[in-house]
């Protein structure tokens, strides 16, 4: 009989996945983004078919809210260019296993009228450069709280969208518990 002995992989967001906000230039009153919950997200592979298949609607989500006097853009990217592991820092996993889709809450929609949502129906992969996720539409996407909300939702794995076309399991990553840091900018619309 053969054992198979499962690896906790664990990504750890803020602080891990630490994920941060900023508007550019901060502070601007006229601009803000709170992150109102989900600054910490972790992912735990404790099942064979997470390594296989990627975690999905795991309640891995982060719920945020813009306000702004002027159209606005958000965009999202990793601070390091590779996932580092916290036992032995050689080990790397990249960054493109992670995406993200967002849900809209607010009254501005996202349908192109007021809000282009680029991570609508399919996850955006997380990389070191920045990628616009939130955008002005044919309208204006100002105001405030209610009008800009919108939940966040992470998955691992899954090889959606332009996620890595590969499983965990085939990409062969050592175990360790991996960290990242992911930054929110929001900038005023050019």
């Not at 009254?107 to 450069?129: C, R």
């Not at 100002?142 to 794995?157: K, P």
Request: charged share 15%.
């Amino acid at each position: 009989m053969k054992m198979f002995k499962i690896v906790v992989l664990s990504l750890l967001v803020t602080s891990f996945l630490l994920l941060r906000a900023q508007d550019v230039p901060p502070p601007n009153p006229s601009l803000n983004i709170n992150i109102v919950s989900g600054q910490g997200i972790v992912f735990h592979f404790n099942e064979i078919s997470h390594y296989t298949d990627g975690i999905m609607d795991a309640g891995q989500s982060t719920f945020i809210r813009v306000g702004s006097v002027s159209d606005w853009k958000l965009q999202f990217h990793a601070e390091d260019n590779t996932f580092y592991g916290e036992i032995n820092p050689m080990n790397q996993m990249e960054l493109n296993n992670v995406g993200l889709t967002v849900i809209s809450t607010g009254t501005n929609l996202d349908d192109g009228s007021n809000i282009l949502n680029y991570a609508k129906l399919v996850p955006l992969a997380l990389q070191q450069e920045e990628i616009t996720v939130l955008n002005k539409g044919t309208g204006s996407n100002r105001g405030w709280g209610i009008e800009n909300s919108f939940i966040l939702n992470w998955e691992m794995g899954t090889k959606r969208g332009n996620m890595n076309n590969q499983s965990l399991l085939e990409q062969m990553i050592p175990p360790d518990s991996y960290t990242v840091s992911i930054i929110l900018t929001l900038s005023i619309y050019p």
